[in-house]
């Protein structure tokens, strides 16, 4: 894995985008991030998820509320109609200790987090986060590699 952050996406011949990491609070909509590779002829809407690995689920101090600590969140961007194998691959890519992929449901705490193991997991991954289309317009669908 590489941690050069710019340099590596100009190296990279990999088709997921990655940025640098970036605060949870105030990103764009995730309507606005259905969109094309740039430069590229496919139509293939893409989606943005918040990818959070390499860290854990601890509770806080003052109230016991879970949170995520330490590791590393990138934003991802895979193609909508992603299979569930292609998407552990690109996790992979990026974390190589994916085994597993978790969500974050809008407005769910860290202990009720939903797993992904199959393509109609995927499905409905997908369909979560076209219901935070019609929401406030700064929350993305949180994913997390263990």
């Known amino acids: 894995m590489c941690n050069k952050g710019i340099e590596c996406l100009r190296e990279s011949e990999s088709p997921i ?5 970036q605060a949870v609070f105030g990103m764009d909509s995730p309507v606005a991030a259905q969109s094309s590779i740039p ?25 016991g509320k879970l949170r995520y ?3 590393e969140t990138r934003i991802v961007s895979v193609p909508r109609d992603i299979s569930y194998e292609e998407l552990m691959g690109k996790m992979r890519e990026i974390f190589e200790g994916a085994a597993l992929l978790k969500y974050q449901q809008p407005d769910e705490d860290l ?17 979560e986060y076209d219901k935070l289309g019609s929401g406030d317009g700064f929350t ?5 590699l263990f």
């Open 17 to 21: 985008e990655q940025e640098p990491y």
């Open 111 to 127: 202990d009720a987090l939903v797993s992904v193991v199959n393509d109609d997991d995927v499905i409905n991954m997908m369909e």
């Open 140 to 144: 993305r669908l949180r994913i997390f």
């Open 69 to 71: 600590v330490g590791g």
């Open 39 to 63: 430069g590229s002829n496919e139509e293939t809407p893409r989606v943005k998820f918040l990818c959070s690995f390499s860290g854990s689920i601890l509770p806080r101090p003052q109230d």
